[in-house]
Nanobody, 123 residues
Framework: VQLQASGGGRVQAGGFLRLSCAAS????????MGWFRQAPGKEREFVAA????????SYTDSVKGRFTISRDNAKNTVTLQMNSLKPEDTAVYYC?????????????????WGQGTKVTVSS
């Protein structure tokens, strides 16, 4: 299984970015996907997750109302739309998938990880 994340960059506070993760190597639509992030000097933290169909999602409290996770099973991609970005959103963002159709919030529940894409939000 390979996951390729893209879409990171530098943006001013209040701006937006759209992260994408392209998956290959197995039937994408059978498995849940998640986004995590790791800021400098901090542990990796959960951001958002989506179940196999896209019908169920979850978010960490700090991004609720600003970030939206979605998936396109026909294109084997998962997307994280990030609006109203804040400097504290600065991190490397990772997409991940687990061996289950159901979403999860713990990093150790995910088996495969992408390489990460860097997001920098300036004030």
């Amino acid at each position: 299984v390979q996951l390729q994340a893209s879409g990171g960059g530098r943006v001013q506070a209040g701006g937006f970015l759209r992260l994408s993760c392209a998956a290959s190597g197995r039937t994408f639509s059978n498995y849940a996907m998640g986004w995590f992030r790791q800021a400098p000097g901090k542990e990796r933290e959960f951001v958002a997750a989506i179940n196999w169909s896209g019908g169920s999602t979850s978010y960490t409290d700090s991004v609720k109302g600003r970030f939206t996770i979605s998936r396109d099973n026909a294109k084997n991609t998962v997307t994280l739309q990030m609006n109203s970005l804040k400097p504290e959103d600065t991190a490397v963002y990772y997409c991940a998938t687990r061996d289950s159709p159901w979403r999860a919030t713990m990093a150790d529940e995910y088996v495969y990880w992408g390489q990460g894409t860097k997001v920098t939000v300036s004030s």
